[in-house]
């Protein structure tokens, strides 16, 4: 990958290869000499930038390799829905094939790069290197997944066991692109987070805050330590039932605590505008 930059940071004449997408969404056995010779450009996005617009002709794919985004979508009466987050291997605009634009806007949650590639243009390089077209199904599968996972998270009532579900799932991703499978940094907002959750805002620092004093994790603003994980891999199987948090915990602390998950007694369950 070319990569250089100027004086101010900004990406100049900044491109990439098809290897390079390839070795990203971790195909990187398929590389060879032809996926070597196909270029597309990069582009580096600034924090709060958009990549794509809801509602906007679909054009192009964005391949990200580096950075964090989250997908938005506004409905007709202004709120705004967090439909996901997308970090590095993964590929914002693909809801565009569906109907021919865009469902959401990626906006970023940090600074971050990304590859451009018209749709167009990465059909023609797949005729040339059939790995490329690999790429879009493996991709496309993955995006279907996501939203499978995420309705898993929104299966369990009680919003402790959804923040933990949440948690599990973003440091598994993490895991796959070999970091910590225990530390994260949260790039969203708190906000963020309850949009996406379906939970109140407040909700989610308070069920931060259950986690760590039931010996599941520690947080320190937006990093997040596991220091429990079998114990919240237990956890997060609790969907409508009460569960008993089994005694132990940080600091060697007996703790029981009683997850409300009855739909009328968790505030969890109470959808809020970000």
Known sequence: MD????????????????????????????????????????????TGTLVTHEGAPFESLYFISA??????????DGYELVQGFLARGDVIGLDGLSDGVYGGDAVALEDATVAMAS???????????????????????????????????????????RLARFLL????????Q????????????????????????ETVSRSLTALADWGYI???HREIDILDLDGL???????????????????????RARVLSLAGRSEGSAVSAV
């Open 169 to 176: 799932q973003l440091v598994a991703r993490q895991a796959e």
């Open 119 to 161: 749709f167009r243009e990465l059909l023609n390089a797949a005729r040339q290197v059939p790995s490329l077209e690999q790429l879009i199904y493996l991709a496309s599968g993955r995006e279907i997944r996501r939203k499978n996972m995420t309705l898993e998270v929104m299966a369990a009532v009680g919003a402790e066991v």
């Open 67 to 76: 950075g964090t985004f989250k997908c938005v979508h506004t409905d007709p």
């Open 218 to 220: 520690e947080v320190r």
């Open 233 to 255: 891999e237990r956890f997060k199987r609790v969907t409508r039932g009460p569960a008993i948090k089994p005694p132990g915990g940080r600091g060697g602390a007996t703790r």
């Open 3 to 46: 990569n250089r930059m100027d004086g101010t940071g900004s990406l100049q004449s900044a491109r990439c290869t098809g290897s390079d997408l390839l070795r990203w969404i971790g195909l990187g056995h398929e590389v060879g000499p032809r996926s070597d010779q196909i270029v597309f450009p990069m582009r580096r996005v600034r």
């Open 178 to 201: 070999g970091y910590s499978s225990r530390r994260m940094v949260l790039r969203m907002s708190r906000r963020d987070i309850a949009s996406h959750l379906g939970i109140a805002h």
